[in-house]
C-alpha cells in the first residue's frame, strides 16, 4: 500500500485507505465494524481533516517560506516604492484593481479547465471528490472575482477621493524613501519568530505517548511501501524485511495514536497565546516608529532637511522609549484574540453536542468579542499615533486620542473612511498575485503528493495578507498621522503659525 512521510512517521494514502477497507471487510459482515474503524483515534489522527491539512503544510513548507514570505516581501516591497513617485498612483491603483479581479477569473477558468482535465483520462488518475472539489474552487472563484467587480463599482468614487490623501503621505514617503525598507525587516522577523515557533509546535506535537490497539483482519497480506526511516521506526512492530515489504496480517492489524496529557494541551494553548501576542507586537512597534516618523516630517518647518536619518532616528527612539507601549497595546489584543479562539473551542464543542441554545449563546459572545477587537485596534491604533507625537504612555495616549476623535468625528471618520480605500486595494493585489503565483507553482510541482492543495493556499495567503498589511501600513499609519498632526496643529496655533503646507489645509477643508 501506498503511504507518505510527515515529520518522519508514514501514513497511509486515500487510495491505500479505501483498499484496506474493502480488504478488512469485503462483504460487509467482517468482525472489525467499519464505524469503529472510522471513528478510531488513529483514523482521526491520519485521515481527518487537522492531520490532512498538517501533512500538507509539511509537504510545502520550502512554498509557504519561499512564497509566503519572500515573494510577498518583494510584491509589498515593490508596490510601496512605485506609490511614492508622483502621477504613478492612479495608474498602479486602477491597474492593481483590474489585475486583482483577472487574477481570481484566471484562477477560476484555470481550476475548471483541470477539473475537466482530470475527469477525461481513461485511466483516472484522481478521485471523483478531488475533480468535484477542483470544480467548486472554480465556481468559487469565478464568483469571489464577480464580487470584487461589484465592490470596486461601488467604492470607485471612494477611491478616487482617497487618492489624494494618499498624495499627501507620498509626500512624507519621498522624503524618507528608507522607511519602506522597514517593513522588509519586519517580515524578515515575523518570518524568524513563525520557524522558531512552528519547531516548538511540531516537537510539542510528537510528546504524546503511543497507545497500540488491535483489529482482527483475516488472512491477508498488505504490500506496504514506506521510506526507509520509517522502515527502521516500524520494524519493531511488524516482521518487515525490507523497505517495500509485505505484512503478515493473518490474525490482527495493530493501529498506534498519539494520546495526549493535559500538559501538552495547556501548552499548546500558551504557544497560541505567544503567536497572537508576538504577532501583534511586531505590528504595534511597526505602527509607532511610522508615526513617529511622520510625525516628525509634518512638525518640521523645513521638509528638505527630513531624510532617512529620520527613520533611523525614529526607529532607535520607539525601540528605547516605547517598546512597553506597543508590548501592552499588542496584549491587550492578544487576550481578545484568545477568549475567541477559546469561544471558538466551545462552539465546536456545542456542535458535537448538538446544544441549540449553547450554539446561539457563543455565537453572540463571539460577535461581541469580534467588535471589541475592532473597537481596541482602532483605539491602540490612535493612541501610538499620540505617543509617537507627544511621548506620552500608553493609557494617557488612549485617553487623549478618545477625546480628539470625538472633537473631529466627522472630519477624521470621514477622511479615514475614504483613505482606506486604496490601502484596500493594495493589500488584496498583493494578497491575490502571492496566492496566484503559489498555486501554480504548487499544482506544477507537488499536485500529486498533496490531499488537497486548499490548505497550503489559504496559509500563504494569510501570510501574505499579513505581509502586505505591514507594507499598505506605512500609508495607513501615514495617512492618519497626518490627520491627527493636523488636527493638533489646528487646535495648538494660529491660521499664520500652524505647520500644515497649503495645499494639505486644503485637501482637508474640502473633504473633511
Given at each position: 500500500?501506498?503511504?507518505?512521510?510527515?515529520?518522519?512517521?508514514?501514513?497511509?494514502?486515500?487510495?491505500?485507505?479505501?483498499?484496506?477497507?474493502?480488504?478488512?471487510?469485503?462483504?460487509?459482515n467482517?468482525n472489525?465494524?467499519?464505524?469503529?474503524?472510522?471513528?478510531?483515534?488513529?483514523?482521526?489522527?491520519?485521515?481527518?481533516?487537522?492531520?490532512?491539512?498538517?501533512?500538507?503544510?509539511?509537504?510545502?513548507?520550502?512554498?509557504?517560506?519561499?512564497?509566503?514570505?519572500?515573494?510577498?516581501?518583494?510584491?509589498?516591497?515593490?508596490?510601496?516604492?512605485?506609490?511614492?513617485?508622483?502621477?504613478?498612483?492612479?495608474?498602479?491603483?486602477?491597474?492593481?484593481?483590474?489585475?486583482?479581479?483577472?487574477?481570481?477569473?484566471?484562477?477560476?477558468?484555470?481550476?475548471?479547465?483541470?477539473?475537466?482535465?482530470?475527469?477525461?483520462?481513461?485511466?483516472?488518475?484522481?478521485?471523483?471528490?478531488?475533480?468535484?472539489?477542483a470544480?467548486?474552487?472554480?465556481?468559487?472563484?469565478?464568483?469571489?472575482?464577480?464580487?470584487?467587480v461589484?465592490?470596486?463599482?461601488?467604492?470607485?468614487?471612494?477611491i478616487q477621493?482617497?487618492?489624494?490623501?494618499?498624495?499627501?503621505?507620498s509626500?512624507?514617503?519621498?522624503?524618507?524613501?528608507?522607511?519602506?525598507?522597514?517593513?522588509?525587516?519586519?517580515?524578515?522577523?515575523?518570518?524568524?519568530?513563525?520557524?522558531?515557533?512552528?519547531?516548538?509546535?511540531?516537537?510539542?506535537?510528537?510528546?504524546?505517548?503511543?497507545?497500540?490497539?488491535?483489529?482482527?483482519?483475516?488472512?491477508?497480506?498488505?504490500?506496504?511501501?514506506?521510506?526507509?526511516?520509517?522502515?527502521i521506526?516500524?520494524?519493531?512492530?511488524?516482521?518487515?524485511?525490507?523497505?517495500?515489504?509485505?505484512?503478515?496480517?493473518?490474525?490482527?492489524?495493530?493501529?498506534?495514536?498519539?494520546?495526549?496529557?493535559?500538559?501538552?494541551?495547556?501548552?499548546?494553548?500558551?504557544?497560541?497565546?505567544?503567536?497572537?501576542?508576538?504577532?501583534?507586537?511586531?505590528?504595534?512597534?511597526?505602527?509607532?516608529?511610522?508615526?513617529?516618523?511622520?510625525?516628525?516630517?509634518?512638525?518640521?518647518?523645513?521638509?528638505?532637511?527630513?531624510g532617512?536619518?529620520?527613520?533611523?532616528?525614529?526607529?532607535?527612539?520607539?525601540?528605547?522609549?516605547?517598546?512597553?507601549?506597543?508590548?501592552?497595546?499588542?496584549?491587550?489584543i492578544?487576550?481578545?484574540?484568545?477568549?475567541?479562539?477559546?469561544l471558538?473551542?466551545?462552539?465546536?464543542?456545542?456542535?458535537?453536542?448538538?446544544?441549540?441554545?449553547?450554539?446561539?449563546?457563543?455565537?453572540?459572545?463571539?460577535?461581541?468579542?469580534?467588535?471589541l477587537?475592532?473597537?481596541?485596534?482602532?483605539?491602540?491604533?490612535?493612541?501610538?499615533?499620540?505617543?509617537?507625537?507627544?511621548?506620552?504612555?500608553?493609557?494617557?495616549?488612549s485617553?487623549?486620542?478618545?477625546?480628539?476623535?470625538?472633537?473631529?468625528?466627522?472630519?477624521?471618520?470621514?477622511?479615514?473612511?475614504?483613505?482606506?480605500?486604496?490601502?484596500?486595494?493594495?493589500k488584496?493585489?498583493?494578497?491575490?498575485?502571492?496566492?496566484?503565483?503559489?498555486?501554480?507553482?504548487?499544482?506544477?510541482?507537488?499536485?500529486?503528493?498533496?490531499?488537497?492543495?486548499i490548505?497550503?493556499?489559504?496559509?500563504?495567503?494569510?501570510?501574505?495578507?499579513?505581509?502586505?498589511?505591514?507594507?499598505?501600513g506605512?500609508?495607513?499609519?501615514?495617512?492618519?498621522?497626518?490627520?491627527?498632526?493636523?488636527?493638533?496643529?489646528?487646535?495648538?496655533f494660529?491660521?499664520?503659525?500652524?505647520?500644515?503646507?497649503?495645499s494639505?489645509k486644503?485637501?482637508?477643508?474640502?473633504h473633511?
Open positions: 500500500m501506498d503511504t507518505y512521510e510527515v515529520l518522519w512517521r508514514c501514513l497511509f494514502t486515500e487510495e491505500a485507505r479505501t483498499e484496506l477497507e474493502t480488504m478488512i471487510n469485503p462483504n460487509g467482517n472489525i465494524s467499519m464505524i469503529e474503524l472510522t471513528n478510531s483515534t488513529y483514523l482521526k489522527q491520519g485521515y481527518n481533516f487537522w492531520s490532512n491539512l498538517y501533512g500538507d503544510l509539511f509537504l510545502t513548507r520550502y512554498y509557504i517560506l519561499g512564497l509566503g514570505f519572500g515573494a510577498t516581501i518583494v510584491i509589498g516591497f515593490t508596490y510601496a516604492f512605485l506609490m511614492r513617485i508622483p502621477g504613478v498612483l492612479n495608474i498602479m491603483v486602477w491597474t492593481s484593481i483590474f489585475a486583482t479581479i483577472g487574477i481570481f477569473f484566471a484562477a477560476g477558468w484555470y481550476a475548471g479547465d483541470t477539473a475537466k482535465t482530470w475527469e477525461s483520462y481513461d485511466s483516472p488518475k484522481y478521485t471523483e471528490d478531488e475533480v468535484r472539489y470544480t467548486i474552487a472554480s465556481y468559487v472563484l469565478y464568483a469571489v472575482g464577480g464580487l470584487l461589484l465592490l470596486f463599482l461601488f467604492m470607485r468614487k471612494r477621493l482617497a487618492m489624494g490623501c494618499v498624495k499627501e503621505t509626500k512624507a514617503v519621498l522624503a524618507m524613501p528608507t522607511i519602506i525598507l522597514f517593513p522588509v525587516f519586519q517580515g524578515i522577523g515575523f518570518m524568524c519568530f513563525m520557524i522558531a515557533w512552528a519547531v516548538y509546535v511540531a516537537y510539542l506535537a510528537s510528546m504524546g505517548e503511543f497507545t497500540t490497539t488491535e483489529y482482527g483482519v483475516g488472512g491477508y497480506k498488505i504490500s506496504v511501501r514506506i521510506p526507509q526511516f520509517n522502515y521506526l516500524l520494524k519493531a512492530a511488524y516482521p518487515l524485511r525490507q523497505t517495500n515489504a509485505l505484512l503478515d496480517m493473518n490474525s490482527s492489524l495493530q493501529v498506534r495514536w498519539f494520546e495526549f496529557s493535559d500538559f501538552i494541551y495547556q501548552s499548546g494553548w500558551f504557544f497560541l497565546f505567544c503567536f497572537f501576542w508576538t504577532g501583534q507586537f511586531i505590528l504595534a512597534l511597526g505602527e509607532i516608529i511610522f508615526a513617529m516618523c511622520f510625525a516628525k516630517w509634518y512638525f518640521s518647518r523645513e521638509k528638505s532637511r527630513v532617512s536619518l529620520t527613520v533611523i532616528s525614529s526607529i532607535s527612539a520607539s525601540m528605547w522609549y516605547h517598546s512597553g507601549t506597543a508590548a501592552f497595546g499588542s496584549l491587550i492578544a487576550i481578545i484574540k484568545m477568549i475567541r479562539a477559546s471558538a473551542y466551545l462552539q465546536r464543542k456545542a456542535e458535537e453536542m448538538d446544544n441549540g441554545i449553547a450554539k446561539a449563546i457563543l455565537c453572540c459572545l463571539q460577535c461581541c468579542f469580534w467588535c477587537e475592532k473597537c481596541m485596534r482602532f483605539l491602540n491604533k490612535n493612541a501610538y499615533i499620540q505617543c509617537a507625537i507627544f511621548g506620552s504612555s500608553f493609557c494617557k495616549s485617553k487623549e486620542a478618545f477625546f480628539l476623535i470625538m472633537r473631529n468625528a466627522a472630519r477624521i471618520g470621514a477622511i479615514t473612511y475614504v483613505s482606506g480605500g486604496v490601502v484596500f486595494v493594495g488584496v493585489f498583493i494578497t491575490s498575485l502571492t496566492t496566484g503565483v503559489a498555486y501554480f507553482a504548487i499544482s506544477e510541482q507537488l499536485r500529486d503528493e498533496l490531499y488537497s492543495v490548505g497550503p493556499l489559504v496559509f500563504i495567503a494569510v501570510i501574505a495578507w499579513f505581509i502586505s498589511g505591514m507594507f499598505m506605512i500609508y495607513d499609519m501615514g495617512i492618519a498621522t497626518i490627520l491627527q498632526c493636523f488636527v493638533a496643529d489646528e487646535e495648538m494660529d491660521d499664520d503659525q500652524m505647520y500644515a503646507q497649503g494639505l486644503a485637501w482637508v477643508d474640502n473633511g
